[in-house]
């Protein structure tokens, strides 16, 4: 396989190798461009876990984290963002009731962000229901959010936000209350609008002006890995085909393609990307 011009990067994906494809959808972002994937945790049913405390999520993450490995050894870089996923309110809070499940929800990041704290991942994710939902679901979202928050603080380290489409301006005031640096905090599945980083899906219309206009932003496929759901939301080969295919219409020229793909992936994960050799 020819060497790789420059770093591709997809900003959200994720990797399933017991309900979804797994190592073999890897290799095919790997075969159409790909070099670089921010792999983010599944919701704990795709695990078959219902967690009761914090340390519940502990296997969710080992998994992710044993999927990063696999993937690695086909020479692609993998940066791991753990965190708990804001839809799992509304399973918990059936189970063990509203502060029960905010509860659950706040452990579940703190042990995320413990393995931060070891070197085991580069970020957190957190955010709320991006369904219509209860105002009772929408405030205690809210308080589990904030804690991801105080947390991504405490840690320096970047916060994925998974939430309503729209530009979540509320949440950038709130970040930025919380001391985190604003180029930290992304806005996964954004609009270009958001005041947060966007990450945008590969197909986004916006992507040649936002060069023009040197906007910061990341691209992301939102792969989700699943048999019952082939190719949602994108696939694993969209990033790094959509984005020779910009290149090649010179819709965007190469000096963006490092900017979105390595530059600010580093700036808002604080990591290094590099291209293999």
Sequence with gaps: MKPPAFPITDNHIHLDPINGRGIEAAKDFQRAGGTHMVLVTKPSWSHGILPRDGSGFAAVFDATIATAEQVRSLGLG?????????AEITRLSGICGMDGAVAVMQDGLSTAARYVAEGKAVGLKSGRPHYAASPEIMEASQQVLIHAIALAADHHCALQIHAESGPCSDIAELARKSG??????????????TPLVPSLLARHPAIPDLCKRNVRFLMESDFMDEDSRPGAVSGPKSVPRSTLHLLHEHAISEEDVWRIHAETVAKVYGVDVRLPV
């Design 180 to 193: 985190i640096d604003s180029l930290r905090v992304i806005k996964h599945y954004a609009v270009p609008e």
């Design 78 to 86: 993998v940066f791991i963002v753990l965190g708990v996923h804001p």
